[in-house]
């Protein structure tokens, strides 16, 4: 089934490095790399170490349809799978966030239709359709991580676990019928085989309906230098711009946008058929706004590289002279990001005693390629480190407002987006 719902990317895997454009087929190259990279959500234990799998994280921008993309790929099975380590619910906030996303799309998209259909793509532990569900509305996720996927349907959320392409869209269809909206949230940016994604959505999607999905947002990592957004999982890193040229190809078209400040900044795109329906006036905008910023221009991405060697610089040098100085430093959220963080920049367990993470099935593991542990938070709360390099500073103020008595004893933390920085 793989092999024909991704008969696209099957060219692209392996050692394979692409040098045409996903999207529209022109040359690519990287405009820099990384370096050798690990799966990012690949947590170990030690006896793994010597068969950990590495591939050469290297960024690319289409000077023709303005797609960032990575060259090289892990294959989806070597990311998505039965021991999937991130749960979308570990986040308090992000379930209200998920909550509010599922509020619009039902006053917006949903409401007063006689029998409402909902399918979102990659559902996760089913932190956005819950939403639907509890609300008694037909639902559907498709989400590939069997393990995640068990957690949604536990929680009573409709739920197959399958990779989608157009196969598996006109099989839904042919179940369910057509869907008034599809959903997907930091979901489209992992899928190589935009295209069949794609005709899978034109071939489920009602025709009036909508499909509604946001991402880290590529105005944002530049403008941030959130290198970190950068790992096998996000294959795309998408803008308005680099959206509505892929999608046109297939006769969608990008009706709204809605900057998000989840993940460190996302954007919402929501597209329906060509022609359907009205296009909002924040579309024209942002696509100024996108050109304004250079986000077209193969500069801007020399410039981001630059300021990826400074972020680089600045974070070894405090931490080298921390421990030089006998401090400290543990790290807090074992997030994917933080697995380029580590290995581009060279972080060790020398520098970074331990990691606090809250999900059971990264405690007791390695980080994947820095090999640093990973605690539950109980251990962070026993022995407050000197200081906390803060690898979820997306959740910087959730974090905050839990930790006001380490950072009130005293406890420092280190952040290193937007740039390297102690604090308070
Ligand atoms: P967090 C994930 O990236 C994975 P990650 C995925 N690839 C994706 O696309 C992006 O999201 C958008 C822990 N934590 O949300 C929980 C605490 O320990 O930044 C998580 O392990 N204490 C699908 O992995 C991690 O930090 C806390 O108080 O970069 C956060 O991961 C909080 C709030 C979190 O996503
Ligand atoms: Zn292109």
Same mark, same amino acid.
């Given at each position: 089934m793989y092999e024909r719902q991704y008969s696209v990317y099957v060219?692209?895997?392996?050692?394979f490095k692409l040098d045409s454009c996903r999207v529209c087929g022109a040359p690519i190259s990287p405009f820099m790399s990384f370096g050798q990279m690990p799966i990012a959500n690949g947590f170990l234990r030690p006896e793994e170490f010597a068969d950990e799998y590495f591939f050469e994280l290297a960024p690319a921008f289409c000077s023709s349809c303005h797609m960032f993309q990575i060259v090289e790929q892990p294959e989806p099975q070597a990311m998505f799978h039965e021991n999937y380590a991130f749960f979308s619910s570990t986040s308090k906030y992000m379930q209200d966030h998920f909550k509010a996303f599922a509020d619009d799309v039902s006053e917006r998209f949903i409401a007063g239709r006689p029998s409402p259909f909902v399918v979102e793509l990659g559902?996760?532990?089913?932190i956005m359709l819950r939403n639907f569900a509890a609300a008694g509305i037909h639902h559907l996720g498709v989400e590939p991580s069997a393990n995640v996927a068990e957690v949604a349907r536990s929680n009573g959320v409709e739920t197959i676990s399958v990779f989608f392409g157009a196969e598996t869209a006109a099989d839904i269809a042919d179940q369910h019928?057509?869907?008034n909206a599809i959903l997907a949230a930091n979901v489209m940016c992992h899928i190589p085989d935009i295209q069949g994604v794609a005709l899978g959505v034109r071939s489920l999607l009602a025709d009036d309906g909508v499909f509604v999905f946001e991402d880290p947002y590529l105005g944002d990592m530049i403008e941030k230098t959130?290198?970190?957004?950068?790992?096998?999982?996000?294959v795309f890193i998408f803008s308005a711009l680099s959206v509505a040229e892929a999608f046109r190809r297939h006769?969608?078209? =990008?009706i709204d946008v809605a900057p998000q400040v989840t993940h460190g900044g996302s954007m919402r795109y929501t597209l329906a058929f060509e022609g359907a329906r009205p296009v909002s006036s924040a579309v024209e905008t942002i696509l100024a706004k996108e050109r304004a910023q250079g986000l077209d221009k193969p500069e801007t991405y020399d410039r981001f590289r630059m300021n990826c060697e400074t972020s680089r610089r600045d974070l070894m040098t405090l931490l080298n002279e921390l421990r030089e100085a006998g401090k400290r430093v543990v790290g807090y959220g074992a997030t994917s990001k933080s697995t380029t963080t580590m290995n581009y920049c060279g972080v060790t367990p020398d520098h970074v005693e331990f990691i606090s993470d809250t999900t059971p099935i990264k405690q007791g593991k390695c980080t994947p390629g820095a090999h640093i542990p990973v605690k539950p938070h109980a251990d962070f709360a026993a022995a407050p480190p000197d200081?906390? =390099?803060?690898?979820?500073w997306n959740h910087q103020r959730e974090i905050m407002a839990n930790e006001t008595s380490y950072t009130d004893g005293g406890g420092k933390w280190i952040t290193y987006i937007p740039k390297v920085e102690i604090f308070p």
């Amino acid at each position: 089934m793989y092999e024909r719902q991704y008969s696209v990317y099957v060219w692209h895997v392996g050692d394979f490095k692409l040098d045409s454009c996903r999207v529209c087929g022109a040359p690519i190259s990287p405009f820099m790399s990384f370096g050798q990279m690990p799966i990012a959500n690949g947590f170990l234990r030690p006896e793994e170490f010597a068969d950990e799998y590495f591939f050469e994280l290297a960024p690319a921008f289409c000077s023709s349809c303005h797609m960032f993309q990575i060259v090289e790929q892990p294959e989806p099975q070597a990311m998505f799978h039965e021991n999937y380590a991130f749960f979308s619910s570990t986040s308090k906030y992000m379930q209200d966030h998920f909550k509010a996303f599922a509020d619009d799309v039902s006053e917006r998209f949903i409401a007063g239709r006689p029998s409402p259909f909902v399918v979102e793509l990659g559902s996760n532990d089913g932190i956005m359709l819950r939403n639907f569900a509890a609300a008694g509305i037909h639902h559907l996720g498709v989400e590939p991580s069997a393990n995640v996927a068990e957690v949604a349907r536990s929680n009573g959320v409709e739920t197959i676990s399958v990779f989608f392409g157009a196969e598996t869209a006109a099989d839904i269809a042919d179940q369910h019928g057509k869907a008034n909206a599809i959903l997907a949230a930091n979901v489209m940016c992992h899928i190589p085989d935009i295209q069949g994604v794609a005709l899978g959505v034109r071939s489920l999607l009602a025709d009036d309906g909508v499909f509604v999905f946001e991402d880290p947002y590529l105005g944002d990592m530049i403008e941030k230098t959130s290198y970190d957004q950068i790992y096998d999982e996000h294959v795309f890193i998408f803008s308005a711009l680099s959206v509505a040229e892929a999608f046109r190809r297939h006769g969608l078209e =990008l009706i709204d946008v809605a900057p998000q400040v989840t993940h460190g900044g996302s954007m919402r795109y929501t597209l329906a058929f060509e022609g359907a329906r009205p296009v909002s006036s924040a579309v024209e905008t942002i696509l100024a706004k996108e050109r304004a910023q250079g986000l077209d221009k193969p500069e801007t991405y020399d410039r981001f590289r630059m300021n990826c060697e400074t972020s680089r610089r600045d974070l070894m040098t405090l931490l080298n002279e921390l421990r030089e100085a006998g401090k400290r430093v543990v790290g807090y959220g074992a997030t994917s990001k933080s697995t380029t963080t580590m290995n581009y920049c060279g972080v060790t367990p020398d520098h970074v005693e331990f990691i606090s993470d809250t999900t059971p099935i990264k405690q007791g593991k390695c980080t994947p390629g820095a090999h640093i542990p990973v605690k539950p938070h109980a251990d962070f709360a026993a022995a407050p480190p000197d200081y906390t =390099l803060l690898f979820a500073w997306n959740h910087q103020r959730e974090i905050m407002a839990n930790e006001t008595s380490y950072t009130d004893g005293g406890g420092k933390w280190i952040t290193y987006i937007p740039k390297v920085e102690i604090f308070p």
